[in-house]
């Protein structure tokens, strides 16, 4: 252990330590949406059809349910702290890969690493968060989760910069690693050391059951319609609408922007209406969001129907996390386990809707998945 970290800390190392989770968060937001405002251009680089490209999508998918056991043994193994930083870097190194595989083969392999390290960075600092709740006796997920949406907001604008200046998906790709490897660094030497979790080390992984099963099908029914919509607004304002390469990333950034206001306030509307409320609410108000996009006959319409989608589901993994870490982190992995699968076997499952039926077919899907998510959040005791 340091020195500093054994010592009274300092006030300007408090401010970093109540500033570094909310940078990992930040961070792991921003490399999400450079991925998802590139996408077109990855695509239109190897020239892959809907079907193809939600298979290359299903690689994340599988990095990221095989990784759970990996990331529950990290966190029980070496700390919360250590894991972020570990999968962090591999999330870095991998990204400008994204850019340069040459088949989709390879792209679908590069795929399985990236969710794989993006699943553990994600379980670590939500394990960081819980115990940050824990350690300050109040509820705080919803405003870390805001800070992910900074990230999103912000890597979605930076994409459409980007594609708006003719840069290529690697000098873009790589220009963000330059950025945020300062941050994960600083970020990671300002948190507190945490010792290793007793019970994961015990218990690596256990899939969600009891009243656990509840909160898994929420996570992976939200994840299902928040990381497809994450991977296909764009495409959906880009090839249905015939928004520019530079504008379409802005409908991704409409989204990430009223997640992020929501959840700006979702601590706050938690304690008043009570998590169950919160959750199925919005998940209404989502597939309203959602119906409003489909009929929209031009972009700025389709933007406000996902704006409406984004305060929708912005409670949802908040909620979950908060809940399930509060049973423990072997708890907390395994439903991160549906919910982070949900996320990234969304998009390749759009991917085959929209092949067979269409753009406007994958959304109702999307619409339907989220009204799912509402009568779940209403069967659950877990969620107050």
């Known amino acids: 252990?340091?020195?500093?970290?054994?010592?009274?800390?300092?006030?300007?190392?408090?401010?970093?330590?109540?500033?570094?989770?909310?940078?990992?968060?930040?961070?792991?937001?921003?490399?999400?949406?450079?991925?998802?405002?590139?996408?077109?251009?990855?695509r239109d680089r190897l020239m892959l059809d809907p079907a193809t490209l939600g298979t290359v999508l299903l690689g994340g998918g599988i990095g990221a349910v095989a990784s759970f056991p990996l990331a529950a043994w990290l966190v029980g193994h070496y700390g919360a702290r250590k894991a972020a930083l570990m999968a962090g870097i591999a999330i870095l190194l991998i990204l400008p890969?994204?850019?340069?595989?040459?088949?989709?083969?390879?792209?679908?392999?590069?795929?399985?690493?990236?969710?794989?390290?993006?699943?553990?960075?994600?379980?670590?600092i939500n394990a960081l968060g819980v115990e940050q709740e824990r350690a300050l006796g109040r509820s705080m997920m919803s405003m870390l989760h805001a800070w992910f949406c900074v990230g999103t907001f912000c890597g979605a604008l930076l994409g459409s910069a980007a594609a708006g200046l003719g840069l290529s998906s690697l000098l873009h790709f790589v220009l963000v690693v330059l950025a945020l490897?300062?941050?994960?660094g600083v970020a990671y030497r300002a948190l507190p050391c945490d010792a290793p979790d007793a019970e994961v080390g015990k218990?690596?992984?256990?899939?969600?059951h009891g009243a656990l099963i509840w909160l898994g099908l929420i996570a992976f029914m939200g994840a299902i319609s928040e990381g497809s919509l994450t991977n296909w607004i764009t495409f959906y304002l880009r090839d249905h609408l015939s928004a520019s390469e530079a504008i379409a990333p802005l409908g991704y950034a409409s989204f990430a922007g009223a997640m992020l206001l929501a959840r700006i306030v979702g601590d706050r509307l938690k304690e008043r209406f009570g998590a169950k409320r919160l959750v199925s609410g919005g998940s209404i108000l989502a597939a309203l969001g959602i119906a409003i996009a489909?009929?929209?006959?031009?972009?700025?319409?389709?933007?406000f129907g996902f704006i409406l989608t984004g305060l929708g589901v912005a409670a949802v993994f908040p909620c979950v996390f908060s809940a399930s870490g509060k049973e423990g982190a072997?708890?907390?992995?395994?439903?991160?386990?549906?919910?982070?699968?949900?996320?990234?076997?969304?998009?390749?499952?759009?991917?085959?809707?929209?092949?067979?039926?269409g753009l406007q077919a994958g959304l109702v899907f999307l619409a339907l998945i989220s009204l799912v998510v509402a009568f779940a959040a209403r069967r659950t005791q877990l969620l107050f």
């Not at 595989?101 to 379980?123: E, I, K, N, Q, T």
């Not at 490897?181 to 994960?184: G, I």
């Not at 218990?203 to 969600?208: D, G």
């Open 97 to 124: 890969l994204l850019a340069i595989l040459p088949s989709w083969r390879w792209l679908m392999l590069g795929m399985v690493g990236f969710g794989a390290a993006a699943s553990c960075f994600d379980v670590a």
């Open 1 to 42: 252990m340091t020195t500093e970290l054994i010592a009274t800390p300092t006030r300007g190392l408090l401010r970093l330590r109540y500033a570094a989770l909310p940078v990992l968060f930040l961070l792991l937001g921003v490399v999400y949406a450079s991925w998802a405002a590139r996408l077109p251009a990855v």
């Open 294 to 303: 489909i009929v929209a006959p031009n972009v700025l319409t389709a933007m």
């Open 330 to 357: 072997t708890a907390l992995a395994g439903v991160a386990t549906l919910g982070y699968s949900g996320s990234l076997m969304g998009p390749p499952l759009m991917g085959y809707m929209v092949q067979g039926f």
């Open 181 to 184: 490897t300062l941050p994960l």
């Open 203 to 208: 218990k690596h992984f256990a899939l969600p």
